[in-house]
């Protein structure tokens, strides 16, 4: 009885693995089914497709061995394996692809040769030879049966025809009509299988299929390719106006799409990984004993949650294995495993428990005790069970409890039966003494794990109101964020990053107080570059300009800026005047050229932007009000001028920047864009700064920040050019005005139509700092 029980999880794990099998059976019989039934004049095209870890390559193991069963019938098949990946970044994948066929053909079966061979050596130099050496006789081939030489030879001259260094298109169609008259005639049957298609670059995969659908569309000639149809259809998207999945359907006569694996075929796979690495250590992951029936089992909470897939299956065992075999003598077995996942699927996560060792370990009994001992851990639970509570997973806590015993009791509130014994012979994670081993080779606490880049820009959910949480707030910050940005999505539909630019516009509205530069302005402009060249990059421009358009965080304004900024300098290299404001330092331009059938959507997406800057804007009233950071309103108020040559819409984008800024740095900053510096000095826009800007404004904002003792922190970079509007002032014969129309009666004046010298410039800017210097000094002694 005992026996019978011991053996039924054995027993149904084999159940599982032959149903799978029987399912991937009947999956081989429908395709030969379609293989033998098809046509012999025409040729054949089967897709195979199914994400990774869907068994792809182990239907087509099955097929080939199949198919070679069936070479003792009165058909003669030969099977070509071609797998184009190896030669990604060749130029001559087509070319290979002949080759392959000639050489696969050829009496000793082509498998054995060097790969130098197989890149064109054996079809410029041995297959000649053969050719002449057979003359027109059949060629024996050991255990695939007769071959004509001519065939060969005809491959052969496919190959050299289809080289990109051919330049003789006529060669290609007489060579390509020589070969269908051969295999219109031959008895031969040639299956080409063409796996891990999707490891191709974007114009290698439609290189191929044009291949398959052209030149490679030949009598006798069955073609089975194998891929991840999302991957593909993203890749001929870029070619095919967006097209890419109705390119396929046109390509693909016999489709056969493979499901994900069940789950519990993912964890068989799995269970199966870890045991061969860890052997008898690893029966307690799946086979608990007495001792841990009534504890929850980490396997359970850490592992099965995140283990969706084949691809997540390996992901963890590989890692499992690495780690297991450093650290095997200090670890148990079943933490690792758990504790590996956690680093792997819940990074943050598997962060935040390598910074809180202090809290998660268990008291050990038997140990001499300390005065105020029970008070001590008691404060401890109860500030771990703070902590636990606010996880925004519910999982989260689950794993933790799963793992360290003091965690699951402080959320109990009874800590006290969360203690080990000293004399305890496990390695486990929730003792203080093992605890590090189990991080000795994870990536530091302060680095980001790749896949939180990847959870943030393609799968999370960007549009949730709960978005961002502080951990993809730290996402967002990092110095990578927007190269990870570009990499990730540079094969991603225009939806996503549409999300992800509204994502990216309300973190930088959320990250701080005072938003200091604008990190979506760099996830835009990465993203664009990342495109260039592309034939989308029109739809990824439109999509950008659309999401800034409709996003209703305060970032929204310098990101529209930026990039109007950028899209008009181009506008202007391609034939435009110059640009009459140079802009701050630190924007990147646009390395995407602009080129001539691109004019009218950059034009129109250009007018868009503009738009945004010009009404007021409100954000929502939700949303906690943010300042803009010197730098950053430096830029903002220069864009404007670059942006718009009328007053009218320059008056009207400055005054949408007024509620955004803090009101004692506005005056100054658009003091500093209307002043021109020429050789003679500085001439002021006399007729917008009357508009915008009110003496009584000016020096109220020049006297409180001077009392504050932070004018610089809040000056623009350019103080002389703040200062010449004071020498305006203090010339003037007006007398002090708060009123808009005062100042422009006294703008009329020489001394606002005049260059202001430099010299007189400086002379206001050291009275400012002999004031401010004053100031802090006072404040110094205070603080003493």
Known sequence: MEEDIACDGRLRRSCLICDHRRHRSADVSTLLNALWQSDDI???????????????TSLKTMLVEEINAARKT???????????????????????????????????????????????????????????????????????????????????GLAKATDPTNDDIDSLARRREKLKRKLEKSPDRIIVFID????????????????????????????????????????????????????????IQVPLDLPEPPQDIVSERLKAEVVAAAGLASKKIYEPGIERLFEPNSYDNCVKPYVRTMRDAIRLSNEFKLRYKVMKDDVEVDDLLSITSLEVFRPSLHRWIMGHKALLCSPVTGRASYPGQDKYEE??????????????????????????????????????????????????????????????????????????????????????????????LRIFGDKYFPGKAASYLKDSDTERIHKVILGCLKCDQMASKVLWNCISINVATTILNQNNGSRLHIDVLKTIVGAIAQSDSIAAVPTALALA???????????????????PQGYDLLRIPMHREDSQPWEESLAVLKRKVLPPFSPRRAERPMLFGADLLEFCTHAVLYLYDDDVERRSAFESLRPLVDPNQYPLFVVDALAKKTDAGYVLDKSLLADLVTREQYQG??????????????????????????????????????SPSQLTASAESSEFSAPIPEAQTELVVDGWEKRVNEVVRAMSKNDE
């Not at 080759?99 to 041995?126: I, M, W, Y």
């Not at 900024?565 to 802009?583: I, N, R």
């Open 74 to 156: 009165s058909q003669s098949f030969h099977v070509v394996e071609f797998e184009p990946w190896m030669y990604s970044g060749s130029g001559k994948l087509v070319s290979l692809l002949f080759n392959e066929v000639a050489d696969d053909l050829s009496p000793t079966g082509g498998k054995s040769r060097h790969l130098k061979e197989r890149t064109g050596q054996f079809a410029n130099t041995v297959l000649p030879a053969l050719s002449d050496a057979a003359s027109a006789a059949n060629v024996v081939v050991p255990g695939v049966g007769t071959v004509s030489s001519s065939l060969i030879k005809a491959f052969s």
């Open 701 to 738: 904002a020049i006297d409180t920040l001077i009392d504050r003792g932070n004018l610089w922190n809040y000056a623009p970079s350019d103080r002389q050019a703040v200062a010449a509007y004071q020498v305006a002032l203090d010339g003037s014969s007006s007398p002090s005005s708060s």
């Open 379 to 472: 404060q401890r639970a109860q500030s771990l069970a703070a902590e636990l509570e606010g996880l925004r997973e519910a999982p989260d806590r689950e794993a933790l409890k799963s793992l360290f015993p003091f965690a699951r009791a402080a959320l109990a509130g009874n800590w006290s039966n969360a203690n080990t014994r000293e004399d305890d012979p496990r390695r486990s994670i929730c003792r203080a003494e093992h605890f590090d081993a189990y991080f000795r080779l994870s990536t530091d606490r302060d680095v980001l794990h790749e896949a939180e880049f990847k959870q943030f820009l393609l799968v999370d959910d960007l549009l949730d109101p709960g978005f961002p949480s502080s951990d993809q």
């Open 565 to 583: 900024v950028q899209m008009q300098k181009e506008l202007h290299d391609s034939g435009t005047a110059e640009a009459p404001v140079l802009l």
């Open 196 to 251: 891990d298609l999707d490891r191709l670059m974007d114009d290698e995969v439609v290189e191929m299929l044009r291949a398959v659908k052209a030149v490679g569309d030949l009598p006798h000639m069955t073609y089975v390719l194998l891929y991840d149809r999302d991957s593909i259809t993203r890749s001929l998207d870029a070619t095919c106006h967006g097209k890419g999945d109705e390119y396929l359907e046109k390509i």
């Open 42 to 56: 025409n040729g054949l095209v089967v897709g195979i497709s199914g994400p990774w870890g869907s068994g792809k």
